[in-house]
């Protein structure tokens, strides 16, 4: 069963304006991982927040992490046309296994 | 630059007719993962490698197999393409965490099967 599910799936805001995009998941996890993809691309690694972590910057990303409500938020401040993607959260599957699954995915448009 | 590269970008094969795609890396990393992606869908893992050690997915079909003759290759072969085989497939690679949970994956761009 799909262990992450997002938040909206759809997403459309005007460039300059912020997006928040929620991942939430059902079992325990060590990591919790954020990607993007363009279209018709491969995806691209964004950020990586242990569970021990609550709050993660990288430039104008933020990712938040609630372990008590299973959750987590990507927050993309001051849009760019160049941040319209599909955004996936990805979580490790069991203890011991060195692989992801990842959650459908919300497509972030950015109106100019 | 190190990274993921997959051959070819784009694969047309007809109804039944064996196809490999394949999947290199400058990484060295000893994780190396197959995805299948439809439009507008998750990835979804078919099997990964760890070192030679291979681990498939319980729901992934008979027809998807794979080979990972050395560190830096590894191949998709699908054995009879189905129409329903359409799809991107997508190849990462992670190195190994030591820990039991994987690091970010590094992904290829992916090639596009169409059947026909």
């Known amino acids: 069963s799909q262990q992450g599910e997002e938040d909206p799936q759809a997403l459309s805001i005007q460039e300059g304006e912020n997006a928040t995009m929620n991942c939430s998941y059902k079992t325990s996890i060590n990591n919790l991982q954020w990607y993007r993809q363009n279209s018709g691309r491969g995806l691209v690694h964004l950020i990586l927040i242990r569970s021990n972590e609550r709050e993660k910057h990288s430039g104008r990303l933020r990712v938040t992490l609630d372990t008590s409500k299973k959750s987590s938020s990507l927050l993309i401040t001051a849009s760019r046309a160049a941040d319209t993607a599909s955004y996936f959260c990805a979580t490790d599957a069991r203890q011991g296994a060195q692989k992801l699954v990842f959650g459908q995915g919300t497509r972030l448009t950015i109106n100019p | 630059d190190a990274m993921v590269i997959q051959n070819p970008r784009y694969q047309v094969t007809q109804f039944g007719k064996p196809v490999t795609l394949s999947c290199s890396q400058t990484?060295?990393?000893?994780?190396m993962y197959w995805y299948q992606q439809k439009s507008s869908q998750a990835p979804k893992l078919l099997f990964h490698?760890?070192?030679?050690?291979?681990?498939n997915e319980a729901d992934t079909p008979d027809n998807f197999q794979s080979r990972r003759p050395n560190t830096s290759f590894c191949f998709l072969d699908i054995r009879s393409p189905g129409l329903g085989d359409a799809a991107m497939y997508l190849c990462?690679?992670?190195?190994?965490?030591?820990?039991?949970?994987?690091?970010?994956?590094?992904f290829g761009p992916g090639t596009r099967l169409t059947v026909t």
């Open positions: 490698y760890y070192d030679k050690d291979f681990n």
């Open positions: 990484l060295n990393h000893n994780v």
């Open positions: 990462a690679t992670s190195r190994d965490s030591g820990q039991g949970s994987p690091y970010e994956q590094y």
